[in-house]
């Protein structure tokens, strides 16, 4: 028996009552979105969404991202139904300590599968998630059937990303992909026909979509639009849902308080309306807004049971299939587990003296070889940032064909990064991207939502600094290390790094950086890389034993018994304090070179370890390619730091290196002026 279209409204209802009275007892929200929305979270959670109730982190499950985090009372309440939260949670709306902030945050257990807020990201994470699933399915069969749903508003819509995952989703052909667009003419400050005239349908036909126009609050157009998406088999599908913006709001004189910009952003006394009206014309009690109607208790009670039988079913077939393929098996439970793979870093042969994206390229080649469940991309700079070195062993999507495992994204740093997050979300598979270095600041808003939640995306960032050299200041980084060191310093919440930045300083510390970036599971990795050759650093033994010290931040290369100054730097700038420490032993100076990837993880190791690396009161050079602020921690009181204060210039690198300073010269130079 398919639910009553009357209960199917009064569950609606219920979300639409339950979300006002969040925001009107916090004083602060948006209610409108989230009751004009109600409908469609209601009948994909009561009907359509596939999910294990007892077993939240089931991978086969289907997936739902949101992507107006400012809808988060909408799915707190539905998933309030499905009993992820109590009242007394949804109660406690945007106040300290609780699980329901303002913008929702990942969270698998509850329900939640991404973190949302940024409006345009989280539909694009649905992008990368329908891309893993492709990928697993591709390697998995018919175990990693699953559907991805997104919902997104008229802002996201109308965010910039929304062109790169509409066009990266319809050229991929991923109808596992169906996308509620959730149009109700109304944003904070303004009605959308105001700032938009565009048609939509017309836009997401052309990038190779279906698309479906429904009245979003009709429970019959709802389902019809969702059976008609499922069955598609060539296409992602857009369900354009025209929606009431605070559907059912009321004012004191029962005037409607509907399709009105007030209700966007403030609770509804706040924009006029009168909350009590409001609850009362929705049937609810506004003396006691926070309850779960009888019959729509029943109704998700029954999808309880619904399910149930779904995953019991899916479950006996996987069971089967695990029998069947038990090498597959193994390898799924591995995938999913998270855990880093097993390589013999040591193994990787280098050649000498390369540019460090080179040697990334190396490993790169071995990773694609050795480690079956990774993915790497490349915002259309493959044979530049060198990620062609996994590519030359795979190839890349296309649609119909995902057993490659190459993610090529087109000129789309912020999609390509979101992307990328999204497959990190879905789980089963190791992410990389890369471009050139100057073109993290595109990315920089999704760096910041892989770091806060928690996810370890390898990014690669070649032509790492001036010398990039004839290209000119647009494409040499200058502050972008300051900048991406900046995470370094900010903490997650669970009291860690939020992410790790590695600089290294040759070929052999390039391979134990990738080895550091593959076992860090908990957060994003950076790995910055030189377009230009480097001299390999010296070293007294075997170099990959001693480069091996790069896992605790930073380590001393070589050093003088006593020294008189602790030379300091990363990347290419350490083989620099090479060829300048020669020049100053040659004049008697005693010198300490260090190396330094990852200051944020040096500032982690024992205060033992750091003063053994550089002893507190110690006379201190640094070298830095980028702004001197890179190295002024480590430098401290008593040194001085050479670095680049200005943009750069066109022109061949080893004559910028000559004009800026960073020559072993200059190195003797500022060294000796800082010990007169």
């Given at each position: 028996m398919p639910n009553s279209i009357s209960v199917l409204n009064h569950a609606a209802d219920n979300i639409r009552i339950l979300a006002a009275s969040m925001v009107e007892k916090a004083k602060s929200g948006h209610p409108g979105g989230a009751m004009g929305g109600a409908d469609f979270i209601?009948?994909?959670?009561?009907?359509?969404?596939v999910y294990d109730p007892k077993n939240p982190e089931w991978e086969g499950r289907d997936r739902y991202f949101q992507d107006p985090g400012h809808m988060s009372p909408m799915l707190y309440s539905a998933l309030a139904l499905t009993g992820k939260f109590t009242m007394e949670e949804l109660a406690q709306f945007r106040q300290w300590g609780s699980p329901t902030p303002g913008h929702p945050e990942v969270d698998v257990k509850r329900g939640i599968e991404n973190t949302s807020g940024p409006l345009g990201q989280g539909h694009t994470y649905a992008v990368g998630a329908?891309?893993?699933?492709?990928?697993?399915?591709?390697?998995?069969?018919?175990?990693m059937n699953q559907t991805i749903y997104a919902y997104i508003s008229d802002g996201g819509i109308q965010e910039e990303i929304s062109q790169g995952a509409g066009r990266i989703a319809g050229t991929l052909g991923l109808d596992n992909l169906i996308m509620f667009y959730d149009s109700n003419n109304i944003q904070l400050s303004t009605t959308v026909e105001e700032v938009t005239a565009e048609n939509v349908a017309m836009k997401y036909e052309a990038w190779g979509w279906k698309v479906i126009s429904i009245n979003g609050n009709d429970v019959n157009e709802i389902r019809k639009a969702l059976d008609e998406a499922k069955a598609e088999t060539e296409r992602p599908t857009l369900i354009i849902g025209n929606t009431i913006m605070g559907k059912g709001a009321k004012g004191a004189d029962d005037s409607s308080y509907e399709n009105k910009v007030s209700t966007h952003g403030q609770p509804l006394s706040a924009a006029g309306a009168s909350f009590e009206e409001t609850v009362k014309n929705l049937g609810g009690d506004p003396q006691n807004p926070f309850t779960i109607f009888p019959d729509v208790a029943e109704l998700y009670a029954k999808r309880a049971k619904e399910l149930e039988a779904i995953v019991a079913e899916r479950y006996a077939?996987?069971?089967?299939?695990?029998?069947?393929?038990?090498?597959?098996?193994?390898?799924?439970?591995?995938?999913?587990?998270?855990?880093?793979?097993?390589l013999d870093w040591k193994a990787i042969e280098q050649k000498a003296n390369q540019a460090t994206r080179a040697a990334s390229a190396t490993v790169l080649g071995v990773l694609a070889t050795q480690v079956e469940n990774m993915i790497c991309s490349s915002a259309d700079l493959s044979n530049s940032d060198k990620t062609d070195g996994f590519l030359k062993k795979t190839h890349a999507f296309v649609k119909g064909d995902f057993s490659g495992a190459f993610f090529q994204a087109g000129v789309a740093e912020l999609t390509m990064a979101c992307v990328c997050i999204g497959m990190s979300l879905h789980g089963g598979v190791i992410v990389a991207c890369g471009t050139f270095f100057v073109f993290s600041d595109y990315m920089k808003p999704a760096i910041r939502m892989a770091a806060l939640m928690e996810q370890p995306v390898k990014f690669i960032w070649s032509h790492d600094a001036f010398r990039v050299g004839e290209d000119g200041p647009t494409h040499e980084p200058v502050e972008q290390e300051a900048q991406i060191r900046l995470m370094e310093k900010l903490k997650n919440h669970k009291g860690h790094n939020s992410m790790l930045v590695l600089r290294p300083a040759d070929v052999i510390e390039t391979t134990i950086a990738w080895k550091m970036a593959m076992e860090n599971t908990a957060t994003p990795t950076a790995l910055i890389l030189s377009r230009q050759n480097i001299t390999d650093l010296p070293a007294k033994g075997n170099r990959y034993d001693e480069a091996l010290q790069a896992e605790?931040?930073?380590?001393?290369?070589?050093?003088?018994?006593?020294?008189?100054?602790?030379?300091?730097?990363?990347?290419?700038?350490?083989?620099?304090?090479?060829?300048?420490?020669?020049?100053?032993?040659?004049?008697g100076v005693k010198v300490r070179i260090v190396s330094v990837p990852s200051e944020g993880?040096?500032?982690?190791?024992?205060?033992?370890?750091?003063?053994?690396?550089?002893?507190?009161?110690?006379k201190v050079f640094g070298l830095t390619a980028?702004?001197?602020?890179?190295?002024?921690?480590?430098?401290?009181?008593?040194?001085?730091?050479w670095g680049l204060e200005s943009f750069g210039f066109s022109a061949p690198y080893k004559v910028l290196d000559e004009k800026l300073g960073f020559t072993g010269q200059n190195v003797y130079n500022q060294v000796k002026e800082l010990l007169a």
């Open positions: 209601n009948v994909l959670f009561s009907e359509y969404l329908a891309i893993a699933a492709k990928f697993l399915k591709a390697r998995l069969g018919d175990v077939a996987k069971e089967a299939w695990a029998k069947a393929n038990p090498e597959l098996a193994e390898k799924m439970a591995y995938w999913f587990s998270g855990k880093a793979p097993k605790k931040g930073a380590y001393i290369v070589e050093t003088d018994q006593n020294p008189d100054v602790v030379l300091v730097a990363s990347g290419s700038e350490v083989a620099t304090l090479v060829e300048g420490a020669a020049l100053l032993r040659a004049d993880l040096f500032r982690s190791q024992s205060k033992e370890y750091q003063e053994s690396v550089i002893p507190t009161g110690s980028g702004l001197p602020v890179n190295l002024e921690g480590l430098v401290g009181a008593n040194g001085k730091v």
